[in-house]
């Protein structure tokens, strides 16, 4: 499916990298021979990758990023090309989780979460893809999730979000087809990361969803590299518009 070095050359920015999926996903594409421009809130943990990056041969730029405010994404998008000339990929992954009542849900709660999850996946594919379609490629894998593809209780504003990042994928696949960019997104399951901790730490309710999962665990982190290298990489160019859902057959029960 895939080579060892296959993105050697090309330049990918990774919001939400700082941490969880966002982490491992641009360690992936880092390993596999790709310019890494890391886009967070938290300089910290954006700066411990690059030095991790860097100590392994690899190259890297941190990119404190706010992915609601245009004018921040604007300046992400300008030191990737700044440091590296160009770029050719997209992981839009920046998100976070509401688990509240809707009769109980502030607008503002709701508002916070679109913002997150939509308006940054488009702010980021705007400002990337001028980029992109001026030299006639690229690549967008845009993060959604199985809660997408399912009723869920508690959660209407991150599966609405989400539905809209799917909805909003297939858009852009066939805006951007004539101009050799391939757009597609990746629906994770459950996978244990820093956003559902408090889930994972209680017996109870880490029971609970385990029990809601064919597979009967939690998704590895290293079980998503071979589908974000295969969107990346060229054995993806007659491929968009479509969602890889990665949950242990959850959303399909």
């Known amino acids: 499916m895939t080579t060892d070095k296959q ?6 920015i990774v919001t939400g990298a700082g941490r969880g999926l966002g982490r491992s996903m641009a360690s992936a594409l880092a390993d596999a021979g790709a310019a890494v421009a890391v886009a967070s809130r938290t300089r910290a943990e954006l700066d411990s990758f690059v030095e991790e990056t860097k100590d392994a041969g690899g190259q890297a730029l941190a990119c404190p990023t706010d992915i609601t405010d245009e004018g921040s994404v604007a300046r992400m998008v300008e030191a990737t090309i700044e440091t590296y000339g160009r770029v050719d990929v997209l992981v839009n992954n920046s998100g976070i989780v509401a688990t509240t009542p809707l009769l109980d849900q502030p607008a503002e709660e709701w508002d916070r979460v679109i913002a ?6 488009y702010l980021a ?8 379609v001026a030299q006639g490629s690229g690549k967008v894998v845009n993060i959604a999730s199985n809660f997408a593809l399912q009723g869920v209780a508690n959660h209407a504003a991150y599966s609405a ?8 994928t297939r858009s852009m696949a066939i805006e951007w087809s004539k101009h050799g960019i391939q757009v597609n997104a990746i629906a994770p399951g459950y996978f244990a990361t820093p956003l559902n901790a ?27 590299k071979p589908w ?5 990489g060229t054995a993806s160019d007659f491929m968009t518009g479509e969602v890889v859902v990665i949950d242990g057959g959850q959303s399909v029960r």
């Open 7 to 12: 993105l050697t050359g090309k330049v990918a």
């Open 116 to 121: 997150t999850n939509l308006r940054g996946i």
């Open 125 to 132: 594919t705007r400002a990337v893809g001028r980029h992109l």
């Open 161 to 168: 979000s989400k539905a809209g990042v799917i909805a909003f």
């Open 198 to 224: 408090d889930m994972r730490a209680d017996e109870e309710a880490m029971a609970k969803v385990v029990r809601a999962i064919p597979a009967r665990r939690m998704g590895k982190a290293d079980e998503l």
């Open 228 to 232: 974000l290298l295969l969107l990346t």
